[in-house]
């Protein structure tokens, strides 16, 4: 098993194209959760996911409760990351099997979600009060490799060659 990343009503195309970017990357699955703020057909998405884009391992669903239920993951193992979570994503100890939560970008995560696992969230540290949040995209990518860390230690990079 391996880390998951899942965006609960991601609204950029942009975002969700580079994160899917992200996922392809490093072998992990990218679900999204409904609704969604654009469409993935759009032209932003596939640009942002380049020519990457068709190998994105994705799954939907139409809302977090038909998440839940598809995929019954253990609480311990889900890491919602939120501008106000209780600890920062580095106090995290990942499992090698969880899911990485992220809100859609103009308003975090639900309270419902945040209110269900109240001690499952987690924050990027800002120093600067001069910035409101941080673009979902560079979270999400910061987050995952910090929660791989332990398996990129010391792993070849394997690239293919430009033409």
């Given amino acids: 098993m391996t880390l998951k990343i899942v965006l609960v009503t991601p609204e950029i195309p942009y975002n969700t194209g580079a994160i899917g970017r992200t996922c392809v990357a490093l072998d992990l699955e990218l679900i999204l959760i409904k609704p969604y703020?654009?469409?993935?057909?759009?032209?932003?998405?596939?640009?942002?996911?380049?020519?990457?884009?068709?190998?994105?391992?994705?799954?939907?669903?139409?809302?977090?409760?038909?998440?839940?239920?598809?995929?019954?993951?253990?609480?311990?193992?889900?890491y919602l990351h939120e501008e106000h979570g209780v600890a920062t994503f580095y106090e995290a100890d990942y499992a090698d099997d969880g899911y990485l939560v992220f809100g859609c970008e103009s308003a975090g995560l639900p309270d419902a979600i945040l209110n269900a696992y109240p001690e499952r969230s987690f924050n990027l540290p800002m120093r600067s009060t001069k910035v409101?949040?941080?673009?979902?995209a560079n979270v999400a990518t910061a987050v995952i490799y910090q929660a791989m860390r332990p398996k990129l230690i010391g792993q070849p990079t394997i690239r293919p060659r430009r033409k």
């Fill in 37 to 78: 703020g654009f469409s993935l057909d759009e032209k932003a998405v596939r640009r942002a996911g380049t020519d990457y884009w068709k190998h994105v391992n994705l799954s939907e669903f139409d809302s977090w409760d038909d998440f839940i239920t598809a995929h019954q993951p253990d609480p311990d193992k889900i």
């Fill in 132 to 136: 409101r949040s941080l673009n979902l």
